[in-house]
């Protein structure tokens, strides 16, 4: 019969236990005995959570205490050599301090390099690599914690992340060479641990490999085949479930087809036009193999409520080809990426928060779909209803639509996303700024008193006057460091604002936010990414009365700072009920007004951030001029009300950290 699974699931807890307790190892306030505990406890409930939840097989090894890429450099003992490792379990100090750095023998050991996983908000960590590199098993963890899971009653499928895709998201470490080139090294490795796995009486284990739903040469795609084989050949006792997703297999669906395993999972949420294809390529009833096809029809990208009748029509098509006992459903990857639970949100209302699913949520509905392949449609017809009234009264809502701004949209043309005349003419109206003008990028820090003193205004000890004296002096004084350092266009700091996203969503229409959905960035950084539901538009002015006050305090230009639409739209869960080109287009309308409003204001430079533009270009390279087109526009829209006289900086921070800023 079909079954229901999972790819992996949050670790933090529902009340951030597991980020309290790694911080407080880390501060020395408690002992590496306690922080394990922890983490035992948190794997517990959540395996517990998801059996609950009608899962058939739970997943194990998706716990981590910072990063599950690290979790593998451990495993396979690709710890760089500036740690001082020499050989032996990788511990928990040298394991952390990968991730963190460490302070050792007077010198700071630097930590390994953080990026972004795909086209998510989540930053692993990337291995390094170097030629002719060995590789041992140096960690126990897979199997301990399906063994932990088994003394529970509970029988998981350890996860791992995919060899091939290990070696591709690494980089080198010395002198260029081709990473792949160290697959054969890693292969015996991965062998020993999948076999380790198979003693202790796993009988199946899912590979992560999302590296091969992107572009790939002849030779990568080769490199997955040839790792297949000799895994196949090697480990005879566990079943392995390659998992995909981000993206469509597309011209990489023979090579998915192709290797030798018991069972692929694909992404039918982020690519759903390509799944007929698919379906069509797989071989009746999995082949001669019998082999197991996953259909990730849940978005486990994002928070909104499935349509189960659209998803349930898809797995009905795919279990007339894949057949009964080879059909599985899942989310479509990790519910990493979504909060644990809604039912914790008493900030969200009653009518959102129908329209919604989080972690906990999101498995519930892969269990009805589940039971509706197995029993009938008649044995689920309660919650399908329920979903299908949901649904329907989410695309009713008049909190959701609203003509004005629509109408607005429609209205936008090339001309609105044009400045009146050409650079060197705006130019020689600008203001008259040195060859080499200086300046910051924006923000300074927000220091423990200032969010001390934002804490006391939310508890309400701290009245709204107080505070806004507070932030006053804030500004005033940063305004004198920056005339006593010579620089020529000044920032306010930023003080009043407490992320560079949420301060702007809080002031705009058709955004929503919540107290406890928690999503994590990196190791313990966790965040609570804004939710876009409705049209968005602008009330009211919301940066001119702080950029004024700071103009006011000096004779030397104060650049206005605002959040670009991409970036806005990029880090925060967006609605799904039109083309994000669409809301795009509404940002950059609401960000346009306030342009327009500081400038009236007096304001003669303005910062328009857009530091995410770089990680929405899609997975795939053909789907990119699509992409940078509106987004790009967006910008154009945002930033082209003004007269030539006013400047407008934006900036792009890059993944070392480090920013380009340019003026037009």
């Known amino acids: 019969m079909p079954i229901a699974h999972n790819l992996g699931f949050p670790p933090l807890g529902a009340g951030r236990e597991l980020k309290r307790a790694t911080e407080s190892y880390w501060n ?21 959570l998801q059996q609950a939840a009608g899962l058939d097989l739970v997943p194990s090894n998706d716990f981590s205490y910072y990063d599950r890429m690290l979790d593998i450099c451990a495993l396979v003992g690709a710890v760089p050599k500036r740690y001082g490792w020499v050989g032996g379990p990788v511990d928990l100090d040298t394991y952390f301090a990968m991730a963190r750095g460490a302070q050792q023998g007077g010198r700071d050991v630097t930590a390994m390099e953080m990026t972004k996983w795909f086209d998510t ?7 390094e690599f170097e030629p002719a590199q060995a590789f041992r098993l140096s960690s126990s963890k897979p199997v301990d914690e399906f063994q932990e899971a088994k003394a529970l009653g509970i029988h998981t499928k350890p996860v791992l992340i995919g060899p091939v895709t290990f070696l591709l998201l690494g980089k080198a470490r010395t002198a260029r060479f081709d990473r792949l080139s160290l697959l054969d090294a890693l292969l015996p490795v991965y062998a020993d641990a999948l076999s380790r796995l198979g003693a202790a009486g796993a009988t199946w284990v899912q590979l992560d490999e999302p590296c091969l739903a992107l572009d790939r040469t002849p030779a990568e795609r080769a490199a997955f085949g040839r790792a297949y084989r000799f895994l196949a050949d090697r480990v005879s006792k566990v079943k392995l479930l390659v998992a995909t997703y981000f993206a469509g297999l597309d011209d990489n ?33 999995g082949g001669r193999e019998g082999k197991v096809l996953s259909l990730g029809v849940i978005d486990g990208r994002n928070i909104w409520k499935a349509d189960l009748n659209a998803a349930l ?24 990426h979504v909060p644990i639970d809604l039912d914790l949100e008493k900030r969200l209302d009653a009518e959102l928060k129908g329209w919604l699913a989080f972690a906990k949520q999101k498995l519930a509905e892969v269990a009805i779909l589940t039971r509706a392949l197995r029993d009938g449609r008649d044995s689920v017809a309660a919650e399908l209803d329920g979903n299908a009234r949901a649904l329907a009264v989410r695309r009713q809502s008049r909190r959701i639509h609203d003509p004005a701004v629509r109408q607005r949209v429609r209205g936008a043309t090339e001309r609105d996303m044009r400045r009146a005349s050409p650079y060197p003419e705006r130019r020689k109206k600008q203001l008259r700024l040195p060859l080499f003008p200086t300046t910051t990028i924006g923000s300074f820090p927000q220091t423990a008193e200032v969010r001390a003193a934002r804490k006391k205004l939310h508890e309400g000890t701290l009245p709204a006057s107080d505070y806004e004296a507070f932030i006053a002096d804030q500004i005033t004084r940063t305004l004198k460091l920056q005339e006593e350092l010579g620089l020529d266009v000044l920032v306010h700091g930023e003080f009043e604002r407490n992320d560079m996203v949420e301060y702007f969503g809080e002031q705009l229409q058709g955004f929503a936010f919540t107290e406890h959905a928690w999503v994590q960035s990196y190791g313990t950084r966790y965040v609570k990414p804004p939710i876009i539901y409705g049209d968005v538009s602008r009330p009211r002015p919301m ?36 083309p994000r080109a669409d809301t795009a287009k509404q940002l950059a309308l609401a960000i ?33 001029p699509g992409y940078l087109e509106w987004a790009v526009n967006a910008f154009r829209l945002a930033t082209a009300g003004v007269s030539d006289a006013t400047q407008i900086h934006t900036t792009r921070t890059c993944a070392t950290a480090s920013s380009t800023t340019c003026s037009a």
């Open 592 to 624: 346009r007004d306030e342009v327009k409003d500081l400038e009236a204001a007096g304001i003669r430079v303005i910062q328009i951030d857009e530091p995410a533009l770089r990680e929405g270009l899609p997975l795939r390279r053909a789907e990119w």
């Open 121 to 127: 908000n989540y930053h692993y960590i990337v291995p």
């Open 253 to 285: 669906v023979p090579t998915a087809l192709e290797l030798p395993v018991a069972g692929l999972h694909v992404d039918a949420t982020r690519a759903p036009g390509q799944l007929d294809a698919f379906l069509k390529a797989w071989p009746a009833g």
């Open 28 to 48: 020395g306030k408690v002992a590496r005995d306690a922080l394990l505990k922890t983490g035992a406890e948190l794997r517990a409930r959540h395996w517990r």
């Open 543 to 578: 940066t001119v009365r702080w950029s004024t006050f700071a103009q006011s305090k000096t004779a030397r230009p104060v650049k206005g700072m605002l959040t670009g639409p991409v970036t806005i739209l990029q880090w925060s869960f967006v609605r799904d009920d039109q």
């Open 313 to 336: 029509r898809q797995l009905e098509e795919a279990l007339e080809r894949a057949g009964a006992a080879q059909l599985w459903v899942a989310p479509s990857c990790s519910l990493l």
